[in-house]
Structures are given as C-alpha cells and as structure tokens.
C-alpha cells in the first residue's frame, strides 16, 4: 500500500481564510484610521485658529483653553490607538492559538509519519533477511540437486551401460554358485532402494527448489515494493518535520506578536487615561482662569474708560485748538481781505484802477484718505471686528488689526504727532504706545502700537516713520505680533479707513 504524501498546504488553508478576515478586519480599522486622522487634521487647524480668536485674553486662561482643546482633539485618536491595539491583541491572541494548534498538528503527523518510516524499515529488513535466506537454501537445493543428480546418472549406467561383469547385471548373473547368486542379488537389491531414494530425494529437492525459487521471486517483489514505501514514508517523515520546524517557528513568531500587542495595548489605554486625567485637569484649570479673565476684563474696561476719557479730552483740546487756529486762520484773512478792499477804494479814490486779491478760504481738513503709513510690514491674521469668544462664549470687538510679524521687528509712528503715554499696560496690551496725530478731517485721531517686546520712544513729538519700538508678545498675547489700533475722538475704528 502507497502512503499519502503529507501536505502541509491543505492544513494552511484555514490559515489563509483567518488572514483573508484579519485583512478585512486591517481594512476596517484603516478606514477609521483615517476618519479619525481627518477629524484629527480638522482639530489642528481650529486649535491654530484659536490663537487668533483668543488674542487679547489673559495668556493663562488663553493657555488653559488651547491645553483642553488640544487632548479634545487627541482623545479620539487616543481612543481608536487603543481600539486597535485591542484588535490586534485579540487578532494576535487567535493567530497564536491557531499557530499552537497547527505546531502540535505539525508535530503529530511529524510522529505518524516517523512511526511509519520506521515501520517500513523494519519491513524492509525482514523481507531482505527473507531474501537472503531463500538465496542460502536455492544455492543449497542446488547444490544438493546437482550431486544427486550425478549419483544417479552413474547408477543408471552402471545398471543399464556397463560391460561383463561390470554391470550390476553382469554381477548378478555371473555368479558362480547358487548362494553366491543370492548374495549378488541382494546387493543388487540394496543398490536398486538406494537408486530409488535418491530419485525420491531428487524430485523433492526439485519441487522445493522450484518453490524456493518462486518464494524469492515474491520476497523480491515485496522488497521492491517495500523500497518504494520506504522512500515515500521518508519524504513524508522529512516533509512532516521541515512542517514542524516552521509550524514551531510561526508559533514563537506568533507569541511574540501577542506579547508585544499587548503591550501597545497597554501603553495606548495609559496614553487614553492620561489624555483624560489631563482634560480633567485642564477643564478645572479652564475654570479657574475663566473667573480671573471676567475679573481681568473688568479691569481692561476700566483701563480702557480710563483711555477712552483722555483720548476724548485730548480731542476735545484739539477741536477747541483746531477751531481756535481755523479762527484765527479766518480772522487773518478776513484782514487780508479788508486791506485789499481798502486798496481797490484808495485807488478809485485817485482815479486808478487795482483788482483785490481775495485770499482762498480757509481749508478745515486737507488730509488724504491714507494719511496713515503702516508701521510694519506684514500678513493681517486678524482683522477688525467682532469675533466669537470660544471662552466666554460672546462677541467682542477686537479694535485692530493684528500683523504677524517676528518678535523683535521695527515698528515705526504711522504719523507725525505727539506721544501719549508709552509703557507697561496692566489692561492686556503689554508694551504699549500711544501717539496723538492731531485734528485730521474734523476727528482727533490717535493710533496705539500694541504688545511691543520694548519700546524705543517715551514721549515727546514723532515724525512719520521714526522708530518707536519692536514687535513682541507682551501682554495677553499668543504669540509673536503687532496689534495696530486706530482711535476717533476716543472710540476704536478699523485702521484700514486711514492706512
């Protein structure tokens, strides 16, 4: 009997139905992988933009907010590492009970076809000692045959060839006297049963030669046969162990794999419960610092009134000065013109003719509509306007314009004008300057620079263009910027009216 080869494919096909449902499963997770790596994307860019929308914030409480923000957005990304480790542990744990499995079903056909092998061996032998053994008795027989054969060949000479008194019949008919006769024939008689035994003992030495002969041929049929047994029971017991050894592998392979999953498993569900410890944190601290902000803001109100009434005084003083000068500026020409009436009278008076010159009116308000020079060159991040508090959850105005430049870059007086007041601003702008342009197209016009790292005019008059300090972060600020602002008798308009 021919014995089945073993093939270790067939036992891999679960294997492969397994890994066709573990990459259904990969797909799956992938796929949320990315949803969650959008959503992700999408929470980056809003937690950018909140720098934008908390400027002008106590920094703490603008910190505490973009903190919380921050493990909002990675708490889903947290949450599906640690779902996926948990698959992969799970996926992990099966591939390693299936590689187990398959390593013991290795190892037990392994020890099949070992046995087998053996057993086939030990056929083998016995059917080639069989063999010897028929090969000793067939060279025997006919050894045994052949000097059998040659006894009787000259006993059937002697009786029927020899000559006279040579021949058993010569010795039987030549005897001499009657007893002598008797004898002769009796030995004759001896020599005729032993003629006869041999030709028994001939026949059965032929019979069992033919039977010996035909016994080795199936021995050597059988050995034949039990060669090629051997041979295929020695592949399979080879095939079988090289099946083991990689079975034993995969299954190492396999446990390695559970073990390191579940410790990614572990490490993710420790990174998931300290984003979540944090966002705990962060959430109180948000609280606290949102009761500081209102108390902050507050004061920013009064700092602001406090502004608000200087800038008002000032334009107040200014129109009162203006209207005054406008006065003065009419009242001279009103003279002007008197005297070049007076001229034009004495000249008709003597007979002659003079044409008045009528000096032009008096103009209130020359100035252009970009009477402002930017102070400093670079991208607006954030316009004026109101804009949603994330926070405080309400509108507020943000009086300026934010330009995003590098921290420590030139800022210079949009326009000739006196300085304010210039220095530390408890309010939230940090640095900050304050110049007075005068009266411009009926209003008082000021402009502030804000959040400056330092500040290289105190006060006194400044010309356009001339280096009042550098751009900074002070105050509450979220990072490196010049918020410009420009101010009408007092109250805060969008810079871009004058630039």
């Not at 054969?149 to 040579?166: C, H, M, P, R």
């Not at 109180?284 to 507050?298: I, P, V």
Request: proline share 3%; hydrophobic share 40%; net charge positive.
């Amino acid at each position: 009997m021919r014995v089945g080869a073993v093939r270790p494919g067939s036992r891999l096909t679960a294997v492969g139905v397994t890994l066709a449902c573990t990459v259904s499963l990969g797909s799956a997770l992938v796929a949320r992988a990315d949803d969650v790596q959008d959503q992700k994307r999408q929470a980056d860019k809003r937690i950018a933009a909140l720098g934008q929308q908390l400027e002008g914030t106590n920094a703490r409480l603008a910190s505490a907010y973009v903190n919380l923000e921050k493990t909002k957005a990675a708490l889903p990304g947290a949450q599906q590492r640690l779902t996926n480790a948990q698959a992969t542990v799970t996926r992990a744990e099966a591939a390693k009970t299936q590689a187990e499995d398959t390593e013991s079903r290795a190892l037990t056909a392994e020890a099949a076809a070992r046995a087998h092998n053996e057993e086939a061996a030990q056929k083998l032998a016995v059917a080639q000692a069989n063999e010897a053994r028929a090969k000793e008795q067939l060279t025997k027989t006919e050894s045994q045959l052949s000097s059998s054969q040659d006894t009787l060949d000259a006993y059937a000479a002697d009786v029927f060839q020899g000559g006279g008194s040579e021949s058993q019949f010569g010795l039987v008919f030549g005897a001499g006297s009657p007893q002598e006769f008797a004898d002769r024939l009796i030995m004759a008689d001896t020599a005729s049963n032993v003629a006869s035994d041999t030709v028994d003992r001939l026949a059965t030495m032929h019979a069992d030669n033919v039977s010996t002969r035909a016994y080795l041929a199936s021995v050597r049929a059988e050995i034949a046969q039990l060669k090629q047994e051997a041979e295929v029971a020695l592949q399979n017991a080879e095939a079988a162990a090289a099946a083991a050894t990689q079975a034993k592998e995969q299954a190492i392979v396999a446990k390695q794999n559970a073990e390191t999953a579940r410790t990614n498993a572990e490490t993710a569900k420790s990174e998931l419960d300290k984003l979540k410890a944090q966002q705990s944190a962060y959430a109180k601290d948000l609280q606290a610092q949102k009761a500081s902000e209102q108390a902050d803001l507050a004061a920013a109100k009064v700092e602001s009134a406090r502004l608000n009434a200087i800038l008002v005084e000032r334009a107040r003083q200014a129109r009162l000065a203006e209207q005054r000068r406008l006065a003065k500026l009419e009242a001279e020409r009103q003279a002007k013109i008197r005297a070049e009436q007076k001229k034009a009278a004495d000249a008709r008076k003597k007979g002659q003719s003079y044409t008045p010159k009528v000096p032009p009116p008096v103009v209130a308000d020359p100035t252009p509509s970009n009477f402002l020079s930017r102070p400093a060159i670079g991208p607006t991040t954030s316009g004026f306007g109101m804009r949603w508090h994330p926070v405080l959850q309400k509108w507020m105005l943000h009086d300026g314009l934010d330009w995003g430049i590098a921290c420590g870059t030139p800022v210079y007086a949009a326009a000739p004008g006196d300085i304010v007041r210039a220095g530390w601003r408890p309010s939230g702008w940090g640095n900050q300057v304050v110049i007075d342009h005068g009266i411009h197209r009926g209003v008082d016009l000021v402009t502030t620079y804000n959040h400056l790292s330092s500040i290289v005019k105190w006060g006194g008059q400044v010309n356009r263009g001339q280096l009042i300090g550098y751009s900074g972060t002070t105050g509450y600020s979220t990072g490196c910027h010049l918020h410009f602002g420009v101010y009408e008798d007092g109250t805060p308009v969008n810079p871009n009216k004058w630039l």
